[in-house]
């Protein structure tokens, strides 16, 4: 305990560098304007600043985009209270309630009280974080190729069995996902596969056209044309403060979606958004005035805004510790600090206990920036809300042709990104989960180099991830939420999903 | 997240349950099964190897037989789907005006620079599809696109295509 205190401590000292205080006020402001903007979720906007970063130092980096992360979290919240859009997908739940507290003349408290349950969560997230990352990272020093294996493998059945939509589907997008990751040359054999003859696909398709194609592209072509300029609220300062009674009953959501956000964000898949649905289910269920919630019922605000930033720190423990990202952010964010040399995994901690406790101190900065920023200049960012969409999403599409051009000056990237925005088009309309795509891309390479690692150990026996007691372990556990997210459809039961609200989604 | 806004024609889930057709679970397992199918035919160029030695074809191969098995399962389950005939898309023609003006844009952007493609897409969209009046349409294509390229090339050294006039 003693020397994870002193490890924050040279964090902070990191953190506190004005420099780096002001790429955290800048990210959170980005952040908090691209959270707002209907296509603009926090992976695009990540995605579209990764090339700003490339020319800065590998700290600063991540905590630029780690501002920009929470601050979209902040920033979609905003726009689901006072007019009904989610700027991400994360706020839906919160529009339920949100919204309705703003017809009821309650704007203010809901803002306040999404900001604060925002700022407690991401808190307590971080310290989660700052407690599980170092653990898990000197347990995975343990881990070899059948390990890798058995650990990707198990993520994907979790992601199945977590994913917010059909199981099937789920699953059937990872292997599009996984297949689009075998696209260019194969590492091992020096092959280039399916490539088309295309030389700048021999490097691969990067993450940045598909997760920009996939989810801003396709959100734009779903939108445009769609929407005019509504009337917003503009609350102001006084109005802003919650009653002692809506504290009160905001105090346990609050906590609740903390912890829950916190350990749904360890698994992959789109943990901040499930983790909201879930969390918001949870709140309805055990209410003792259910009938409250669709009518302005606060818990509905505090539980799941809490969750979705609880979640966005318990992200950050796999990708750091283990070097595994669990969603398509934390992906485009290990890809932002690959390029500067730095690999994240178990052995950052150790070698580079810099960058992992200074990105741990920003994001307590990062936090309190946050709430410091909405809630006083909450009346200031709704003005971006009276811009119309017509004239917003043509300069957003400009933006993302901008920002995957810029990751490497490739042309065939605008190319993947448009076609990616045409595949996502068409699989939303189809009601397609298109996280695990992302997330199969980013995986795809890992999952088959620890496999042929694996195989080449044991001579092609498969018995090597039965022999391995760990592996054993993360298997059948994969194995059970596997057969979990069967037995619906086998059974023709109801899963967790119905009684959330999930599935009309 | 949609932005609203656009009125869906409601109809009654039943009657559409009950129409007959393809359905859209369906047809989109039976998409699933053709990409599959395809991949699989690509992918017999490539050596699968054994199992003490996988080749580069080896893993490709397993993932279009999980793929195409997905599909068929979810081409099998999706009796209960809504009718594909059902399925509207309103916004499918804007959407390939878009998409089609971004391709223009993709082929313009080096060869004409980021300025100018940036400028004739922006007008595209906003003068033409949008319908706005010239004059806003001049300043947002004009300011958004040198103001872009100031911040992203200019201030963050990112290079950005020039046109053959160096602009």
Known sequence: MVETFNDLLLGFSVALQPSILVYAFVGCV??????????????????????????????????????????????????????????????VMTCIDGYAMTQNGRAGPALAIAAIGSFIAGTLGVIGLMLLAPTLAAF????????????????????????GGSMLKTLAMAGLGLLIGMIGIDIMSGYTRFSFNIVELGDGVGIVPVAVGLFGVSEILLTAGGATA???????????????????????????????????????????????????????????????FGNGAIEGVA???????????????????????????????????????????????????????????????????????NLPMVGLFVNLLRIPYSYLYPCILCFCILGTYSVANNLIDVWILLAMGAIGYVLRKFRYDLAPVALGLVLAPMIELSLRQSLAMSAGDYGIFLERPIATTMLVLGLIMFLFALKPLVFKGKDWRSTVGLENE | MATGGRKEVVSDPEAEQKRGGLKSDQFSGLMLVALALYVGWENRVYPVGTLQEPGPGYMPLLLVIFLGAMGL????????????????????????????????????????????????????????????RPVPVALVALGFSFASFYVVGDLLHVPLPRSPWGF
């Open chain 1, 30 to 91: 980005i952040g908090t304007l691209v959270g707002m903007m209907p296509g603009l979720g926090p992976l695009a906007g990540i995605s579209l600043l990764l090339p700003a970063t490339f020319g800065l130092n590998p700290i600063i980096a991540i905590v630029l985009l780690a501002g920009v992360y929470y601050g979209a979290m902040y920033g979609g919240s905003t726009t689901s209270i006072l007019m009904r859009i989610p700027g991400e997908a994360a706020s």
């Open chain 1, 140 to 163: 995975a020093l343990r881990f070899g190729p059948p390990e890798y294996t058995a650990l990707l493998l198990m993520g994907l059945f979790i992601l199945a069995y977590m994913s």
């Open chain 1, 230 to 292: 509504p009337d917003v609220q503009r609350p102001k300062l006084r109005d802003l403060i919650p009653s002692r009674e809506e504290f009160r009953l905001s105090a346990g959501p609050i906590a609740r979606g903390s912890l829950l956000g916190f350990l749904i964000g360890i698994i992959p898949g789109s943990a901040h958004i499930i983790s909201s649905f879930v969390s918001y289910g949870i709140e309805r269920r055990i209410s003792k005035h259910p009938e409250r």
């Open chain 1, 303 to 373: 539980g799941p805004e809490s969750a979705n930033n609880a979640a966005a720190s318990g992200a950050f423990v796999p990708m750091l510790a283990l070097g595994i990202p669990t969603s398509p952010v934390t992906a485009v964010m290990i890809a932002a600090i690959m390029v500067h040399g730095v690999l994240p995994g178990p052995m950052l901690i150790q070698q580079q206990p810099e960058l992992f406790w200074g990105f741990v101190a920003s994001m307590y900065v990062g936090n309190v920036v946050l709430l410091i920023l």
């Open chain 2, 73 to 132: 399962l979810i081409a099998l389950w999706g009796a209960r789907s809504k009718p594909l005939a059902a399925m509207q898309w309103p916004e499918a023609t804007r959407a390939v005006v878009i998409l089609v003006a971004c391709g223009f844009a993709a082929f313009a952007l080096e060869r004409i620079g980021y300025r100018l493609t940036v400028i004739a897409l922006l007008v595209f969209l906003l003068g033409v599809l949008e319908r706005k």
